[in-house]
């Protein structure tokens, strides 16, 4: 077997619709996290050897698979006209804790560009570091979707693809059941596993998370669930690295202990 038909077995999903979710200057969790990422693969000649795999909005019955309805419509609404501008007059905050610059930094490996923009045009609605703007929801929903276009693709009988990576944004790991947090506003990973439990049968799934930071919200959503093993390897510092869960004495609870 030839190695380009080995190499074929990975499956790599990409949409540049993420990139349209920004917030100001200085935001960490900003488009080129995964624009850098996606060049570099392609520079080096290695989105040649995978298939790439198209990706896809979730649809909101699959976010209910995790997330109850309040919380989709909650996330969902800043993309609906005039809900966005609405915040902003009314004078929800909009800067958080970052440089509140009305231009937009989008830093690369050797330069940077810096978009002007004429007005603010996004809020943190949960919490000091988790912004939106108006096409936030829609990335979020094309986040979660391409992960499942991935697993979709893995399960798929007649593909030669067995494993993958989906290079994705907004993340998803500090996202609970009803709450957006630490940059993260529905929690793909969570999505993907029940997913793979409800809709092909699964009846075990294991979720590692190497994140510096502990994935709070996965662990919480499956605390109580004996199907889906959750491992989260981060830093902790006794309770002050963000988000100062994740003691190594933090299990399940009931059957998931």
């Known amino acids: 077997m030839s190695s380009a038909s080995i190499d074929k077995r990975i499956g ?56 109850p309805r309040v919380h989709v419509d909650r996330v969902m609404q800043f993309g609906e006209e005039g809900v966005l501008k609405s915040a902003l007059d009314g004078g929800e905050d909009s800067e958080g804790p970052y440089n509140p610059s009305t231009e937009d930094e989008d830093e690369g490996e050797e330069n940077y560009v810096v978009t002007a923009r004429p007005e603010k045009s996004y809020i943190f609605p949960f919490g000091a570091d988790t912004y939106v703007c108006k096409e936030s929801p829609m990335a979020a929903k094309i986040s979660a979707g391409c992960v499942l276009s991935l697993i979709e693709e893995i399960m798929d009988e007649g593909s030669p693809v ?42 075990r799934v294991a979720v590692v998370d190497w994140d510096v930071h502990h994935g709070n919200g996965t662990c919480e959503i499956f605390a109580e669930d004996p199907t889906v093993l959750v491992i989260s390897i981060h830093r902790f510092d006794g309770g002050l690295y963000y988000p100062g869960t994740g003691n190594w004495t933090e299990m399940g609870s009931g059957d998931a202990v």
Do not use: W
């Not at 609970?176 to 049968?201: D, K, P, W």
């Open 162 to 203: 067995d494993r993958g990576f989906a290079c994705v944004r907004p993340p998803g790991h500090h996202a609970t059941t009803s709450e957006a947090m630490g940059f993260c506003l529905f929690n793909n990973v969570a999505i993907a596993a029940q997913a793979l439990r409800q809709r092909y049968g699964l009846q």
């Open 12 to 67: 790599y999903v990409f949409d540049s619709l993420m990139e349209a979710h920004r917030g100001g200057m200085g935001h960490p969790e900003r488009p080129s996290r995964i624009r850098s990422i996606h060049q570099k693969l392609g520079e080096r000649g290695l989105l040649e050897r995978v298939k790439i795999v198209a990706g896809r909005p979730a649809t909101d019955e699959e976010l209910f698979l995790v997330h």
